[in-house]
Each structure stands twice: as structure tokens, then as C-alpha cells.
């Protein structure tokens, strides 16, 4: 499995589309941080929270972009029975892609640490700033970004046309995200509202976001990633029913 993952690894670094995205995710967060209007420097305030504010939306183009290949090309090209022969269970193989594409994301995350040490520095005193909230912060995010990636390899699974799998991927994605949130905005629901959100990701991300390493929240991406990766077998053990 490990010549896998980084046979995969390999062919996201050195294809266009894995270059793309971490050149695009670097941009958009670094113009919104220090470019556009009411940047980091414009609030006048040492505070990260801008990352972790545009970051999800970053990554739920970008990670169904990543992993919008991973079964697609290998069903259209033929591939995927070549490698259902090979010495490896459904699941490895799902667990190859899915840790591909998570140090892909992983990669992407790691130069934005480079926003934080020169944030540090401009703080007044040097280092005020809240790093409990800013690990807390990555944690989310890379849970997120993890849970995005699971759902975009699901998605690969069970279809072999790549646009369709980033659309399919973008949705689920998108539904998880913040559509719990606004079903729960609607007044018909009343004291169900919170329950409702806490079905959504973005409450889970906002509460290790604080800083607060909840083991319920990290449980809740976790299963999130779990039952996504079984689909995703599911998906492929189905070709052989």
C-alpha cells in the first residue's frame, strides 16, 4: 500500500492540477490576509482569524478538485480492474487515494505557517497573539480538509466522468458544511436548531476553531471520514456483484 500512496503522492505533485492548487490555496489566503481590503493589517490586530475564515471555502473547490481523478480516470481508462487485481484489499486501496490526497492538502497547509511566524512578529508585544486558538484553528482545518477529501474520493467511486465527481463532491461537501446550518436558521425548527447544526461541519470546525480540543468534535470528523471511505469500498465492491 505504501508504493501506492506514494506512487500517488508523486502523481499529484508532478501533474498540473496538484501544482494548481496549492499555488491557488496560497494565493487566495495570502491576498485575503495581507492584500485585500480589512487585511491583517488593516484591523490594526494581531489575529489569524481571516485564514481560517476563507480557508474551508478554499478547500471545497479545491480538495474535489484534487480527488476528483482518483477512481474517475482509473474507471474511464480501464485501469481500476488492473488494479482490483492486485495484492490489496478495497479498503487499502480507498486508504491509498484518501492519504494521497490528504498529504497533498497537508502540503498546502504547511507554507501558511509562514503567516503565523510573521504575525508573531508583528504583534505588539511580540508573540501576543491567542496560539491556543491558532492551533486549535489547524487542527479544524485540517480535519475539514481531510473530511473534504474523503467525500471527493466517494464521490470518484461512482462515476467515471471527472466534471460529475467534482460536482458531485462539491455538493455533498457544501451540504455538510453549512447546510445544516441553514435548515437550522428556519423558524419552523425552534428549539431544534442546535441539534441541527450539530449535524453540520461547520459547528464542529467553529468549536475547535476556539482552541477547545473536543473529543466529541474530533470523533464527529472522524466518523465523517469513516463512513465516507466505506462508501467509497461499498463502490467498488459493487463492480464485482
Same mark, same amino acid.
Given at each position: 500500500m505504501r508504493v501506492l500512496i506514494l506512487k500517488e503522492v508523486r502523481g499529484f505533485l508532478g501533474s498540473l492540477i496538484g501544482q494548481v492548487v496549492v499555488?491557488? @490555496? +496560497? %494565493? $487566495?489566503?495570502?491576498?485575503?490576509?495581507?492584500?485585500?481590503?480589512n487585511n491583517i493589517l488593516d484591523m490594526g490586530y494581531a489575529d489569524l482569524g481571516p485564514l481560517f @475564515? $476563507?480557508?474551508?471555502?478554499?478547500?471545497?473547490?479545491?480538495?474535489?478538485?484534487?480527488?476528483?481523478?482518483? @477512481?474517475?480516470e482509473e474507471r474511464r481508462t480501464g485501469t481500476i480492474e488492473l488494479l482490483l487485481t492486485k495484492p490489496l484489499t478495497e479498503l487499502q486501496l480507498v486508504l491509498a487515494k484518501y492519504i494521497a490526497s490528504v498529504v497533498l492538502v497537508l502540503i498546502a497547509l504547511l507554507p501558511t505557517l509562514v503567516y503565523w511566524y510573521s504575525l508573531n512578529d508583528l504583534a505588539m508585544p511580540r508573540g501576543n497573539l491567542?496560539?491556543?486558538?491558532?492551533?486549535?484553528?489547524? $487542527?479544524? +482545518?485540517f480535519f475539514l480538509a481531510s473530511s473534504f477529501a474523503a467525500i471527493g474520493v466517494?464521490?470518484?467511486?461512482?462515476?467515471?466522468?471527472?466534471? !460529475?465527481? @467534482? =460536482?458531485?463532491?462539491?455538493?455533498?461537501?457544501?451540504f455538510l458544511f453549512i447546510g445544516f446550518d441553514l435548515i437550522a436558521s428556519?423558524?419552523?425548527?425552534?428549539?431544534?436548531?442546535?441539534? $441541527?447544526?450539530?449535524?453540520?461541519?461547520?459547528?464542529?470546525?467553529?468549536? +475547535?476553531?476556539?482552541g477547545v480540543l473536543d +473529543?466529541?468534535? !474530533?470523533?464527529?470528523? =472522524?466518523?465523517?471520514?469513516?463512513?465516507f471511505l466505506l462508501l467509497t469500498r461499498a463502490? %467498488?465492491?459493487?463492480?464485482?456483484?
Open positions: 499555488v491557488v @490555496f +496560497l %494565493l $487566495i489566503t495570502g491576498l485575503f490576509l495581507w492584500v485585500f481590503p @475564515f $476563507i480557508a474551508p471555502w478554499v478547500f471545497l473547490f479545491l480538495v474535489p478538485a484534487v480527488t476528483m481523478r482518483s @477512481f474517475s491567542d496560539n491556543g486558538g491558532i492551533i486549535g484553528s489547524y $487542527i479544524g +482545518l466517494f464521490a470518484s467511486a461512482i462515476t467515471e466522468n471527472q466534471v !460529475v465527481a @467534482f =460536482m458531485i463532491a462539491v455538493f455533498i461537501a457544501f428556519f423558524d419552523a425548527f425552534g428549539a431544534l436548531e442546535g441539534p $441541527i447544526k450539530a449535524i453540520g461541519i461547520q459547528d464542529h470546525y467553529a468549536s +475547535l476553531s476556539r +473529543l466529541r468534535d !474530533v470523533i464527529y470528523f =472522524m466518523a465523517i471520514i469513516g463512513v463502490a %467498488l465492491q459493487s463492480r464485482r456483484w
